[in-house]
């Protein structure tokens, strides 16, 4: 399934009879299982309908940090994100990508 990110926006936990979807590098990611952590009022809702490479990279919540915009960041903030992306793989399934 291929998303535009403001599709994504609509899988953000807002609506419960929807699924929550986080993305990073692209992909999406059902994080449903996780709401407690992605949904409304969870530490990490900030995330829930977006790309959230960049914050996951910086460990950041900053809400501009929440975005697919990969420049600048450092070789260490790559292994961050890199590790981020094998926590997601083994606990949650893909289920599609982001396309401009």
């Known amino acids: 399934m291929d998303l535009s990110p403001q599709q994504l926006l609509q899988f953000n936990g807002s609506d419960p009879s929807k699924p929550i979807y986080v993305a ?20 990490y809702a900030m995330f829930a309908g977006k790309d959230a490479s960049r914050a ?5 919540k900053n809400e ?3 975005c697919a915009n990969l420049d600048g960041l450092s070789e260490k903030e790559m292994g961050v994100l890199n590790d ?13 990508r982001v396309v401009s």
């Open 24 to 43: 990073i590098n692209g992909r999406i990611y059902d994080v449903t299982a996780g709401k407690s952590f992605y949904g409304p009022g969870g530490a």
């Open 56 to 60: 996951l990279a910086k460990m950041s």
């Open 64 to 66: 501009e940090d929440v």
């Open 84 to 96: 981020w992306v094998k926590k997601f793989e083994a606990k949650y399934p893909v289920v599609g």
